[in-house]
């Protein structure tokens, strides 16, 4: 065979030009991320049951939505945490080679089966599946300098504004908001209860009936009558916005005739749906993003493509709200990229210079310049991999002390 190519030079040439650019090619389409996808693929459903303990959310949810994912192509196990806040946590683990994309369909059509049996309180909060790496790609922290925003100001505007866009940027594949939107506290008293004979499920159930969405109807709507002239839509205040508003909910009536209302057992107030994180930037109150890299996707473009977005949403921030990078992968991926560039140059140069000064002839040494340009390339490039893939092994058994070297 080495006497083959030796009496065809340029046969030879064209072999060697053509691995060279098919190596290029590959190698700007080939994923760019701070660890490699060496697990076996995994979809995640998470629900939220508010108010339920751990024993509660195990029996009437996570065990539900368990039995029902039998039969999906490529499972391997499942694994599953059952929380004390209402948290439910299932994770789906599937052998190498399955698609990521296929197995999160899969998944949500047999969650479909499951959705019936689940309480109402956890339907109503809704089932989420999920199939983005385990790792953060970056943190967005949203703070005011000034505090002229509370964490609660800073936060129901990171849900409101902040969130659903980030979270249709190319390659985001999950975002983690730190922090609940505005939500209206009530803070029953069991000594005012008792003494007008209501339990808590009485209190529920009567917001629930004085504070729905009621459609009126209309006046003059066909089929009307002869010369029927009108026709309008009535609407009415149904939906209540205030804590005066809610505090005048109906309970009952006393034996007495006196009206028993909300406020009379209760105290109200505008607060956040969600306490269980209490987020600071620089000892300022603040609200968190964590965004997670989708398979397959390039970190790079990713995390550009959320600074474009940012930038595009900072003309809207209220005064006085910044945003900080506070947490970022990315500069470790462009030092690996980097690493193996210069590697991959320094090598060249060597062998050219070597080559040329041995051997004094310029065909003699610009042919195997050529071929350490391939073998370099393909070095430098599995150097990467497997210097990521022992980051990535390293990263998931010491995840926070990687995080304070990087």
């Known amino acids: ?8 030079p340029i046969f030879a040439w064209v072999i060697a030009l053509v691995i060279m650019l098919a190596g290029i090619i590959t190698l700007t389409k080939m994923p760019v991320a701070q660890y490699p996808t060496i697990a076996p693929p995994t ?15 195990e029996n009437t949810v996570t065990q539900i939505i368990e039995q029902q994912m039998n039969g999906l192509d490529g499972l391997r196990y499942i694994s599953s945490n059952s929380a004390g806040n209402g948290q439910a946590s299932i994770n789906l683990n599937f052998a190498q080679g399955i698609d990521p994309d296929i197995a999160q369909v899969q998944v949500q059509n047999k969650l ?6 689940l309480p109402a309180d956890v339907q109503r909060q809704g089932v989420k599946v999920t199939k983005s790496g385990a790792s953060f790609l970056q943190v967005i922290a949203f703070y005011s300098p000034d505090n002229s925003l509370s964490a609660s100001d800073i936060k129901d505007y990171v849900n409101s504004n902040i969130s659903e866009p980030l979270s249709r940027v190319a390659g985001v594949g999950e975002l983690q908001v730190f922090g609940g939107s505005y939500a209206m506290r009530i803070w029953l008293d069991p000594a005012k209860l008792t003494s007008f004979n209501l339990t808590p499920n009485d209190v529920a159930t009567a917001i629930r009936a004085q504070n729905s969405q009621v459609a009126v109807g209309q006046l003059g709507g066909a089929p009307s009558t002869a010369g029927q002239v009108l026709n309008a839509t009535v609407n009415a205040q149904t939906m209540l916005q205030t804590p005066e508003q809610f505090k005048n909910i109906f309970l009952k009536n006393t034996s007495g005739g006196a009206q028993v209302r909300l406020g009379d057992v209760a105290r109200v107030e505008l607060g956040s749906d969600n306490y269980q994180f209490d987020s600071k930037f620089n000892g300022s109150p603040a609200g968190g993003v964590a965004i997670k890299l989708a398979t397959g996707a390039n970190a790079l473009d990713t995390a550009a493509a959320v600074e474009k977005r940012l930038s595009e949403l900072r003309h809207n921030y209220p005064s006085g709200l910044k945003d900080k990078l506070a947490y970022d992968t990315t500069p470790f991926i462009r030092l690996s990229i980097e690493s193996v560039v210069h590697t991959l140059i320094e090598a060249v140069v060597l062998v050219f210079i070597v080559m040329f000064l041995f051997l004094q002839n310029w065909r003699a040494t610009i042919i195997p310049t050529l071929a350490v340009l391939m073998c370099a390339e393909k070095t430098g490039g599995f150097n990467l991999v497997n210097y990521r893939h022992s980051s990535g092994v390293y990263h998931e058994q010491e995840t926070e002390d990687l995080h304070r070297r990087i």
């Open 1 to 8: 065979m080495a006497q083959f190519f030796i009496h065809r």
């Open 43 to 57: 979809v995640t459903i998470s629900a939220t049951y508010p108010g339920a303990s751990a024993q509660t959310v």
């Open 112 to 117: 479909q089966s499951a959705t019936a049996l």
